[in-house]
């Protein structure tokens, strides 16, 4: 489809907005210090490899169906139908799930209590937001992915550098031993939170279905992929670093986590508390529209090769996006709100 291209800086924005979920970063805080040795394990062991494939494929198979798509031609459509199903259904819970988690962050940084009534219709028009919002060409929504990227960045800085402010002159808020930096691999609680981890770097083959958004796809995956990768892995390390410096771990809110850092060392009622607030809502929606925009693109194209349900196949003929996938995404959301 003709129109827009992303430039090489805006496909690793985009990187960075689909891939650093921003309100993961306190439930891995939640380990304590050892989730500094999780994380540089990850990144070697998982990260690393997972970005080198996924260039190499959304290189060599730039199709808008991207990860169904390498399966498909791969093992067949069976597997293909199973893995574009897999990677359809977790979305609309992980969108239900961030839709109630917004309500919450307003009480943590204004203290606002909404009645249960109030926190639906505040969910529901979460959900349409971005249902209406992945309705948009892609390439002419980039500054969604942009701004996105940028603040979840500028975020990070202000955690990471008001953290080690706070820990130079009232100290840490948790035990810096080096014993608390060695996991206890007897730990099973401690070894449930890997999960996170491990879904804190996932999304990278989001960016391969934007192939035919790109200038050069063959020439900008790559590059976005390792960029991005590196700057993802330093943003979550300083992110947590920010957050152990400030808020005792068995303190911690799983919801609110970054909000509640902020505030125990700047004040809950700071300006700079507000502003991280305000921002952090802000992330939450942009990253569930870059999601859905790669989502619904494999939805539709599965449906439209009959390996997913036939509404999923409905394409807008003005603008050529996949509104069947957004919309039925939109209805399953607005019921696991409702």
């Not at 990253?287 to 036939?310: D, E, K, L, Q, T």
Request: hydrophobic share 55%.
């Amino acid at each position: 489809m003709a129109g827009k291209k992303f430039s090489l800086i805006e496909v690793i924005l985009s990187v960075i907005c689909v891939v650093f979920t921003i309100e993961a970063a306190a439930p891995a805080s939640a380990m304590g210090n050892v989730q500094f040795f999780w994380w540089i394990f990850l990144i070697i062991t998982f990260l690393l490899p997972y970005g080198l494939v996924v260039a190499e494929l959304g290189t060599a198979f730039d199709s808008e169906g991207g990860l169904y798509d390498w399966v498909r031609l791969g093992l067949g459509d069976r597997w293909g139908a199973r893995c574009s199903w897999c990677y359809w259904v977790n979305f609309p819970l992980w969108v239900a799930s961030i839709a109630c988690m917004f309500p919450s962050v307003i009480n943590a940084v204004w203290g606002i209590e909404f009645s249960l009534g109030i926190r639906i219709a505040i969910e529901i028009a979460f959900v349409w937001g971005v249902t209406v919002m992945a309705m948009q060409p892609v390439a002419e929504a980039d500054w969604v992915m942009d701004g996105g990227a940028v603040i979840k960045v500028l975020i990070t800085a202000v955690v990471g550098i008001v953290g080690i402010w706070f820990a130079c002159n009232n100290g840490f808020a948790n035990d810096m031993s080096f014993k608390t930096f060695i996991p206890d691999l007897g730990d099973t609680n401690s070894l449930t939170y890997l999960s996170i981890i491990l879904f804190n770097f996932m999304g990278f083959e989001v960016v391969a279905t934007f192939a035919s958004t790109m200038k050069n796809p063959s020439r900008d995956i790559p590059k976005a992929v390792i960029a991005g990768g590196v700057a993802i892995a330093a943003i979550y390390i300083i992110c947590g670093i920010g957050i152990g410096a400030a808020v005792p771990t068995e303190q911690l809110s799983l919801d609110s986590g970054i909000v509640d850092a902020v505030a125990a060392m700047a004040g809950r009622t700071h300006p700079l508390t507000m502003v991280v607030g305000v921002a952090f809502l802000v992330t939450l929606f942009a990253n569930m529209i870059c999601w859905s925009f790669g989502v619904n693109n494999v939805a539709s194209y599965a449906a439209r090769h009959g390996n997913m349900p036939r509404p999923f196949a409905l394409v807008s003929k003005k603008t050529g996006m996949p509104n069947g996938s957004a919309l039925i995404n939109g209805c399953f959301n607005s019921l696991g709100n409702g």
